[in-house]
């Protein structure tokens, strides 16, 4: 299967071939773009040229499947854990038809509503049911890019849910942090499945700004100490860490909270790791100064984890394979 991932600054593409178990990666490959992204397009020229960009990747790292599944952006998405009695499946399939009003913040009928069942449990009597709920509108515009890109759209789901089936561990409770552009995506999962999740509106982009302001070095400039630099205390005097670390703390702040919320709202335990993921999740230091900050031990997902790569190939792409956590992810989802 192909999985496509257009995130905010760039589109990242992943083939594998085979089953769970037995992926093997045939090609992947990744582009920046700049301009608005799907979500923030109108206007018909804008979906073409990125289709354009879409096709070209398409193309040059030979991925040979029409069919593909995508992602949709989580800040936009509605994910929710709802409890109901202990209910047969059709009756959960019901109760989501005539009760999902209630638990989404967007009309009905402008919704694309997913849902499946977390669990049963007798003892409690009850069924926990995970309820995505995406705006149609989004929904259509990551279609129209990819469709306008000669390819067919079989599947959609949020960035969060691919990246929870390539990086989250099979058992225990966990937090996911998908580190991108523009906002920190966080999920905890238990047992690889996803059961809370919250969007930070701020990412690599408020990184790079933080820096360019506090050296008053451009934004070009700003991204290379970044990326140089990141959390170092020591190199460079600490000047990026120190640029970098207010907004760092905004969002340290924020997964505290949201962990915070799971445990006392939904009485479920902590996570007791967090995987990290994304763009910005290569920031120098970033593992050692969430260990550090959230108290709990950081590690750096690989997304390739239950994926076959040749030895070339894995050498080629170590750098860089943290950008391909939803990518792999949704390349899993079979069609
Ligand atoms: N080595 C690095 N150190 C720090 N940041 C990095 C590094 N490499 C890339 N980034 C940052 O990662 C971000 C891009 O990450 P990614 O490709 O995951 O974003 P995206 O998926 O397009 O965005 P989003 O998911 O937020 O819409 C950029 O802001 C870039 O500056
Ligand atoms: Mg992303």
Redesign the pocket.
Known sequence: MVGI?I????I?IVELVGSVGKFQLKSSGAVGYTGL?PDKMTEEKDFVALSLILKKIIKQIGITSKEVNIAL?EPLVFTRVIKFPLLSDEEVNSAIKWEAEQYIPIPINEAIIQYSILSKNETTASTSVLLVAAPKVVVEKYVKIVRLAGLTPVSAET?LTALARSISPEKGVSLLL?L????VDMAITRDSKVIFTRSIPV???T??RAVSQSLGINMQQA?EY??TY?LSGTQLEGKVKIALEPIFKMVTDEIKKAIHFFQSEEKEEAPTTIIIS???S???ELVSYLTEVLGLETVSGNPFNKVAVDPETSKSLAPYIS?YGTAVGLAMLEG
């Open positions: 991932d995130g905010s600054k760039s990242k992204s952006p960035e998908d991108g552009a523009s906002s990412a690599g982009e990184f790079t991204e970044k990326k990141g994304g763009g910005s290569l920031t120098p950008i």
